[in-house]
Nanobody, 126 residues
Framework: QVQLVESGGGLVQAGGSLRLSCAAS????????MGWFRQAPGKEREFVAA????????YYADSVKGRFTISGDNAKNTGYLQMNSLKPEDTAVYYC???????????????????WGRGTQVTVSS
């Protein structure tokens, strides 16, 4: 089992920045990738970014490419999502997810991840 706890959400004005953190505990050695998803009211959960925990390969949704940066600290078992140039449409609950199954290519869908945090609210005002 892997437990994930997100932090760092909040209210920010458009154009501002936030840094989300995801602290992992439990069977952290089993983590193969860490991802971030978000879900706005009335919408489906959507992929934001992911990081290969060993390869350090990064994946981004087109909507956040160039504005968000995903990173991780293996020694601290913590992942990060640096969000810059935030827009009102970035408003959502942001979820951290961990993938423990082996993969060849990371699928950018919720079903591809095995463990989830409870989420942290990000609100961007215009």
């Amino acid at each position: 089992q892997v437990q994930l706890v997100e932090s760092g959400g909040g209210l920010v004005q458009a154009g501002g920045s936030l840094r989300l953190s995801c602290a992992a505990s439990g069977r952290t050695l089993s983590i193969r990738a860490m991802g971030w998803f978000r879900q706005a009211p009335g919408k489906e959960r959507e992929f934001v970014a992911a990081l290969g925990w060993i390869s350090s390969r990064t994946y981004y949704a087109d909507s956040v490419k160039g504005r968000f940066t995903i990173s991780g600290d293996n020694a601290k078992n913590t992942g990060y999502l640096q969000m810059n140039s935030l827009k009102p449409e970035d408003t959502a609950v942001y979820y951290c997810a961990a993938k423990t199954r082996p993969y060849y290519e990371l699928l950018r869908i919720p079903q591809d991840f095995d463990y989830w945090g409870r989420g942290t609210q990000v609100t961007v005002s215009s």
